[in-house]
């Protein structure tokens, strides 16, 4: 598989897999339900849900459980981790880079969660247009937040990993999208940690 950026490439390679292999388990699955359930509460009737960069599931395996009866769809790079989530049976599956994603569906939630840091910054643009393209009505997106773009060292890595205010990047590009709710989920949190993200939902003015 031929990727446009040297991002696709690592996160489809060995970094990915190794990846996968960190990041699993129940308390991951738990803590990501205490953030779903505050988010979700924000919102009406969402039937459907696309990730953008699920990686094994363990998001969509909490938004499985708050909303049973939904539609999840998810676009994964890593072909380890799509393995994973095959084993979820959901929706729909995209074994493919963000950046060669073209929506089929408008599904009522589309989110990234810790992903968005990770994308090449000359091609946020794209997958800020691909997400307004995959929403129905709500945008939600989980990123380290900085109020101006700053590049930081990733596990050892260079270029892996870029902070910015990409909510407000977003809210510029589509003036009518509306800012429902935003909070911070802390790593120091005693019963649900979280990366240090913070998290942002918009609505779909209709």
């Keep these: 598989m031929e990727f446009k950026t040297e991002q696709e490439q690592f996160w489809a390679g060995e970094f990915g897999n190794q990846y996968v292999k960190r990041n699993q388990g129940e308390s991951i699955v738990a803590s990501n339900l205490a953030l779903f359930t505050k988010i979700l509460s924000k919102t009406v009737a969402v039937n459907s849900i696309i990730e953008f960069g699920a990686n094994i599931g363990l998001n969509l395996c909490a938004l499985k459980n708050l909303v049973p009866n939904s539609k999840l769809h998810a676009i994964e790079i890593n072909p380890i981790a799509v393995v994973e989530l095959e084993k979820m ?32 910054p000359e091609c946020l643009p794209q997958v800020y247009d691909l997400l307004y393209q995959s929403s129905r009505r709500y945008i939600m997106i989980a990123e380290y937040y900085n109020p101006s773009p700053v590049e930081i060292s990733y596990r050892g890595h260079d270029g892996k990993l870029f902070k910015r205010d990409f909510a407000g990047e977003i809210k510029q590009r589509f003036p009518d999208l509306a800012l429902v709710d935003y909070g911070f989920a802390y790593h120091g949190d005693q019963n649900f940690p979280q990366d240090d993200l913070t998290w942002f939902l918009f609505e779909k003015k209709i």
């Design 89 to 120: 049976k959901l929706t729909k599956i995209y074994s493919q880079s963000i950046l060669d994603f073209v929506p089929e569906v408008q599904c009522d939630l589309a989110f990234t969660k810790g992903v968005l840091i990770h994308i090449n």
